[in-house]
């Protein structure tokens, strides 16, 4: 260890005044700090909570729904990512319908799918298009390679949400939180300057974080010190990836296929333009994306909902690790994912 890293991580193990709330939007962010141990480099006195940054924590069941009406249809076959398989919806998920005979195939790129759909044109093949700034412009690069090949047989049901309507939602609700360790992976895309709109109106610091230890480490030094002086600043540990105004080439695909809308995230409901759908120039590839508002009542035991608002952590929540809620047998949505906070917390409990 550096000497200025030793003397943050002094800092921050001996910090004493009143009790910080940090919220880790991003899901990679709460393993990370898990693997790296950074609750034991750092006081009591400030709390690592977990946000709302996991895609499938927070599809609600009507996308799953869609897709397991997609999966037991003739001449159709159902592509996903393997962590929404055993996301549930009104009638169990996609892992439970595989079981039953649907149609359904793990894909670990959707430019798979293309070559699937070039080699069986008789076969409509749909994708379940799941996550944030991050992935959506590899769906609207999908689009664009589908019109240059001629390719018509493909459909993606989205479920793309924006963090920033997200992260509005959550400082109107939770005045508690004192600051924000933005998404890594998000603002390679969107970039740090989106975030200062926020730090203005809610006068609160956002600070974005690489994914190592120190990354981590220095970020939260940062927003202890803003905290502790009064400041609202957007800072950027994670330059050799973030830029202030984002990658252009990624912003002006979400610009090209995609358009904004109210979308459903499970445990918060509908927050205003919030979600990505195709836009209408490219309708064509779309496989019923919009109206999936439909949610599940989850019994009153399950804190999903308390646990992406940073109300509690997933410890805290009754069904956690008791029998009733694992990684084999999830009931939450926040057990099922790897970014999911209560998968990461029972990983490494």
């Known amino acids: 260890m550096n000497e200025q890293l030793a003397r943050i991580v002094s800092y921050l193990k001996d910090y004493d005044g009143p009790e910080i709330r940090l919220m880790e939007v991003c899901g990679t962010h709460t393993a990370a700090i898990f693997k790296g141990a950074i609750r034991s480099l750092i006081s ?12 499938v924590c927070v599809t609600p ?3 799953i729904d869609k897709c397991v009406e997609y999966a037991h249809m003739d001449g159709h076959v159902l592509y996903s990512f393997g962590d929404m398989l055993k996301v549930p919806g009104t009638a169990g998920s996609l892992s439970d319908h595989k079981g039953q005979g649907a149609h359904v195939e793990v894909v670990y790129s959707p430019f798979e799918v293309l070559e699937k759909a070039a080699a069986q044109p008789e076969v409509t093949h749909v994708v379940a298009a799941v996550g944030f700034e991050t992935t959506a412009p590899i769906y609207g690069l999908m689009i664009r390679e589908m019109q240059e090949k001629d390719i018509h047989n493909v459909r993606l049901v989205t479920a793309i949400k924006t963090i920033l309507p ?13 600051g924000f360790i933005c998404p890594g992976h998000v603002c390679v895309i969107i970039g740090s300057d989106p ?59 979400l610009e090209e296929y995609y358009e904004p809308g109210a979308a459903v995230w499970r445990g918060l409901g509908s927050i205003p333009d919030s979600g990505l759908y195709i836009s209408e120039k490219y309708q064509e590839y779309d496989g019923g994306s919009f109206g999936l508002d439909q949610d599940i009542e ?10 992406i608002t940073g109300r509690i952590n997933p410890a805290d929540c009754p069904m956690f690790a008791s029998g009733s809620c694992t990684p084999t ?10 970014e999911g906070a209560c998968g990461i917390w029972y990983r490494n409990r």
């Open 166 to 178: 997200a992260l509005t939602w959550i400082c109107d609700s939770q005045p508690e939180i004192d």
């Open 329 to 338: 047998s999830p009931y939450g949505p926040c057990m099922v994912s790897a």
């Open 44 to 55: 009591p006195k400030i709390h690592l909570i977990s946000g709302p940054g996991c895609p």
């Open 195 to 253: 975030f200062l709109p926020l730090a203005e109106k809610y006068k609160k610091p956002f600070v974005v974080a690489g994914f190592e230890p120190e990354h981590l480490l220095v970020t939260i030094y940062d927003l202890v010190c803003q905290i502790e002086a009064g400041e609202h600043n957007v800072g950027n540990h994670y330059k050799n990836a973030v830029h202030a105004a984002g990658n252009r080439k990624a912003l002006d695909v």
């Open 61 to 63: 069941a009507a996308f």
């Open 298 to 307: 989850l019994p009153p035991a399950c804190r999903c909902a308390d646990v």
